[in-house]
């Protein structure tokens, strides 16, 4: 299979320049070259960034405490309940979650189904050998086609939304209008060239004149109209229960700022962050901040309530209070006590993970 830089080459010699959103898709799932395709091991202290799954099993299990009580408030005789997870990397959350029912909710377990939604056969095959112990998890690789047409449960992702290609939009303040970044070739660099204006600028960008009149030469901010569409379809797809997304990302005041001229768009390789996003394609993780009001309205167009958009803080406290007081959690033990540390302190994962949940 070729390797993501030569389908790159290939692909802008032929038909000339192409949107970042290109480049990243193919960056990051070109078949068994792309990112994501080979990098088993990309998370953790010995990848190249640090989830909130990779700080140990506590995560998995406090979400395994928030998702019994929302499937007890479904439970009912005529109907299969299912916990889909889309983007389950190599299976670990799922394994976390699966073992706390197994362990405590037993009963529980046996009436749910446990659905992966992954496009990927070889992710499918890394996560099939993790989970191998449990009998009720299915494989999907789309909504679209699958037997998975309703779903009485919970849809959920978890740094799932961040890694859909994203497109790159600038400012020009000289006639005052919106473009799209796009990827070229300088030889055989990969390298920034501006593409046409933006004709029916988003919704983000349609701030008030005021706004717009101070916005810096080439501000630039990031899209992901395949987010939104895959939340989209997924609301679609519940019929009732949750769909929750925990990623980072921005709340509607934040989506401008100072400190972000050059977007949030980064490149991760070995814990480092870097602006050079045109290096390496395949070799290191592209992500961006999820532009959570376009999110939250995707959902509520498609009937979809918003029940709580909080941080990540927020969201674990709430959950481990509660299981703490109905005693679903003992007391944490010393490492349990460093890992909720770590998910939830402002230095450490605390700091720009939200949590959307909305229902039907």
Aim: charged letters at 20%; hydrophobic letters at 40%; glycine letters at 8%.
């Amino acid at each position: 299979m070729k390797m993501p830089t030569v389908v790159i080459h290939e692909e802008i010699r032929k038909g000339g320049a192409i949107s970042f959103a290109r480049f990243m898709e193919l960056a990051l799932y070109c078949p068994e070259t792309g990112y994501y395709e080979k990098n088993q091991d990309s998370v953790g202290r010995t990848g190249d960034f640090i989830t909130s799954v990779s700080t140990g099993s506590l995560f998995g299990e406090l979400l395994a405490v928030q998702f019994t009580r929302w499937l007890g408030e479904l439970r009912i005789a005529d109907s299969g309940l299912r916990i889909v997870e889309a983007g389950a990397h190599d299976g670990a959350l799922a394994a976390d979650i699966l073992r706390w029912l197994e362990r405590f909710r037993p009963g529980l377990l046996s009436e749910i189904e446990y659905v992966i939604l992954e496009p990927s056969l070889r992710r499918q095959a890394w996560q099939r050998e993790k989970l191998k112990q449990f009998s009720n998890v299915r494989w999907i690789s789309q909504f679209s086609g699958s037997t998975v047409q309703r779903v009485d449960g919970i849809i959920f992702g978890n740094e799932l939304l961040d890694a859909f290609p994203t497109r790159r939009l600038g400012w020009d303040a000289k006639v005052g209008k919106w473009f799209e970044w796009g990827v070229t070739l300088s030889g055989e660099t990969f390298a920034w060239v501006r593409l046409e204006e933006v004709l029916q600028p988003p919704a983000i960008c349609l701030q008030p004149p005021e706004l717009l009149a101070v916005l810096p030469d080439n501000y630039t901010l990031e899209i992901s109209p395949a987010a939104e569409n895959w939340w989209r379809v997924a609301a679609g797809i519940l019929a009732r229960g949750k769909l929750v997304a925990i990623d980072y990302g921005f709340t509607a005041a934040e989506q401008f700022s100072a400190a972000r001229l050059n977007g949030t768009l980064r490149a991760y390789h070995r814990h480092r962050a870097t602006d050079d996003l045109l290096a390496n394609p395949g070799e290191q993780d592209l992500t961006a901040h999820v532009n959570f009001p376009a999110i939250q309205k995707a959902g509520e167009a498609a009937g979809l309530k918003t029940e709580s958009f909080c941080t990540q803080p927020q969201f674990l406290t709430r959950i481990l209070a509660g299981a703490v007081k109905d005693k679903s959690l003992a007391s944490l033990d010393a490492k349990q006590v460093r890992q909720f540390q770590t998910l939830t302190h402002p230095e450490h994962l605390g700091s720009a993970f939200r949590v959307l949940v909305q229902s039907r």
